[in-house]
C-alpha cells in the first residue's frame, strides 16, 4: 500500500470498475493548459480538464531514496501543424508543471486526486510529420532547486532588489575594513 493512499482509494483499488487517470496542469504566461489522461472533459476542483487520450503520454516518475532530481517528459501527439506556432513563440521555460493521479469509478472522482509530481518545464521538442506534429516537453523536479547555488550578498544593492527604499544595509560596504577598539569596561 503507497504511503499516502486515503482510505478510500485504497478500497477502490481492489474494486472492479476503478479506472486510474492523470491529470497535467502546464502553467504558461498566456493560460494554464491542463489535461487528463481520458476522452472528454472532466470537472475537478472547479476547473474543466480537456482529454488528451491516448494522444497524451507522461514517462516514469521516478523516486529514489537519496536526495536526486529526476524528471519526466510530457508528450503531446497528434497535434495540427498550424497550432506548433503557440508552443514555438510561448516562453515556457522555467513553468510550473503539477502532475496528479486519481481513480474513476464509473464517472465520479474517487476522493481528490493526489498530486504525484510538481516541476519546472526545461526543454521543448517538435517533431513534425506531414500535417502532424509531436511536442515533448522535458521537466525538471523541484529538487533541481536546492542544487543551484544562490547568488545573493548582504549588500545595499542586493537589498534593493527586494526592499526598495530600505536603507538596513547601507552601510555594509564601509564596514569591510574598518577598524574597531575595543575597550574592556
Excluded: C
Amino acid at each position: 500500500m503507497s504511503r499516502d493512499l486515503t482510505a478510500e482509494m485504497t478500497t477502490a483499488t481492489a474494486a472492479k470498475n476503478v479506472a486510474p487517470f492523470a491529470l497535467v496542469e502546464m502553467a504558461f504566461d498566456s493560460d494554464y493548459l491542463r489535461l487528463w489522461s481520458g476522452i472528454g472533459t472532466l470537472n475537478w476542483n472547479s476547473v474543466d480538464w480537456l482529454g488528451a487520450g491516448d494522444l497524451g503520454k507522461i514517462s516514469a516518475i521516478k523516486e529514489t531514496e537519496t536526495m536526486r532530481a529526476e524528471g519526466l517528459i510530457l508528450e503531446l501527439s497528434a497535434i495540427p501543424s498550424e497550432n506548433i506556432a503557440l508552443a514555438l513563440t510561448e516562453p515556457y521555460q522555467g513553468r510550473i508543471v503539477k502532475v496528479w493521479l486519481g481513480a474513476l469509478d464509473g464517472q465520479t472522482i474517487i476522493n481528490a486526486p493526489k498530486q504525484i509530481f510538481a516541476g519546472r518545464m526545461d526543454v521543448m521538442e517538435i517533431e513534425e510529420s506531414g500535417d502532424l506534429s509531436t511536442i515533448s516537453v522535458s521537466v525538471e523536479s523541484r529538487i533541481i532547486d536546492l542544487l543551484k547555488s544562490r547568488e545573493r550578498r548582504y549588500t545595499h544593492e542586493d537589498q534593493q532588489i527586494d526592499y526598495p527604499g530600505d536603507l538596513g544595509l547601507e552601510f555594509v560596504a564601509s564596514l569591510q575594513n574598518k577598524e574597531i577598539e575595543w575597550e574592556p569596561s
